[in-house]
């Protein structure tokens, strides 16, 4: 599917949909030309009732003045997050008339918790991912608790060690102190895992510290650059729903 046919794709199946924050092409943001690799990347964050749907296109990079027409899109992927059977429905068009394959999510994805819709369509993998169905609910006894919150209090943890803590609390319990744990820990020191939890679960509280730490990104560091202004757009779309339309 050309970038062009799977942008218009988007526009069909989000029509009248409100975008909570403006879309991040990297193409066109010169902050991001040093980023290299092989491919270019474009987010959408459509914002709807308790969700939202995040939109990830990548495909190709192209020598400059290549005509539109030769660009293909390698992937187009939604992940929804929060509640809004809308923004479902609507994500669930983009894999309409595709050819089921499974085998194109990768393996290091599968029994994450996360239920996967995959379709082919040319060489383009259309996915949507319903996030909001992992992460276990019932709450860790108070002994569980303590013992993975640790390392995320302690002052001489390594980022490494925070990192791995990170992701074994979030998998164990998705809750208020849970989230509490993570805001505390980045208000201390810099974890971009931590971050990216937060912003899943719509904490917009985590924004401020975003954006502390784009503000520290070292020049030359596209990727983390990247990483963090899209985190940044994510709460940005998470706290427009606060906002009238």
Not at 56 to 61: G, H, P, Y
Not at 78 to 90: E, F, K, N, V, Y
């Given at each position: 599917?050309?970038?062009?046919d799977a942008?218009?794709?988007?526009?069909?199946c989000?029509?009248?949909?409100?975008?909570?924050?403006?879309?991040?092409?990297?193409?066109?943001?010169?902050?991001?030309?040093?980023?290299?690799?092989?491919?270019?990347?474009?987010?959408?964050?459509?914002?709807?009732?308790r969700?939202?749907?995040e939109v990830?296109?990548?495909?190709?990079?192209v020598?400059?003045?290549?005509?539109?027409?030769?660009?293909e899109?390698t992937?187009?992927r939604?992940?929804?997050?929060?509640?809004?059977?809308?923004?479902?429905?609507?994500a669930?068009?983009t894999?309409?008339?595709?050819?089921?394959?499974p085998?194109?999510?990768?393996?290091?994805?599968?029994?994450?918790?996360?239920?996967r819709?995959c379709?082919?369509?040319?060489?383009?993998?259309?996915?949507?991912?319903?996030?909001e169905?992992?992460?276990?609910?019932?709450?860790?006894?108070?002994a569980?608790?303590?013992?993975?919150?640790?390392?995320?209090?302690?002052?001489?943890?390594?980022?490494?060690?925070r990192?791995?803590a990170?992701q074994?609390l979030?998998?164990?319990?998705?809750?208020?102190?849970?989230a509490?744990?993570?805001?505390?820990l980045?208000?201390?020191?810099?974890s971009?895992?931590?971050?990216r939890?937060?912003?899943?679960?719509?904490?917009?509280?985590a924004r401020?510290?975003?954006?502390?730490?784009?503000?520290?990104?070292?020049?030359?560091?596209?990727?983390?650059?990247w990483?963090?202004?899209?985190?940044?757009?994510?709460?940005?779309?998470?706290?427009?729903l606060?906002?009238?339309?």
């Open positions: 599917m050309r970038l062009q942008q218009k794709l988007l526009d069909r989000f029509s009248g949909t409100r975008e909570g924050a403006p879309r991040l092409h990297e193409p066109s943001d010169a902050r991001f030309a040093g980023r290299g690799g092989a491919v270019w990347l474009e987010y959408r964050w459509y914002v709807r009732e969700g939202m749907a990830f296109l990548k495909w190709d990079r020598p400059a003045g290549a005509s539109p027409s030769a660009v899109a992937v187009l939604t992940h929804l997050l929060g509640l809004s059977p809308m923004l479902a429905q609507r669930l068009r894999v309409e008339g595709g050819t089921p394959a085998e194109r999510v990768l393996d290091v994805l599968r029994g994450d918790g996360i239920r819709e379709v082919a369509k040319g060489r383009t993998t259309v996915t949507v991912e319903h996030w169905s992992r992460g276990p609910m019932a709450l860790l006894d108070a569980r608790f303590e013992e993975l919150a640790a390392p995320l209090e302690a002052e001489d943890s390594t980022p490494e060690a990192h791995e990170v074994r979030a998998d164990a319990e998705r809750s208020p102190r849970v509490d744990v993570l805001l505390r980045v208000a201390r020191k810099p971009l895992m931590a971050l939890i937060l912003s899943e679960w719509g904490e917009v509280k401020e510290f975003v954006q502390r730490d784009l503000a520290a990104v070292t020049p030359g560091n596209a990727a983390d650059l990483a963090l202004t899209a985190l940044d757009r994510r709460l940005e779309a998470w706290a427009s606060a906002r009238p339309a």
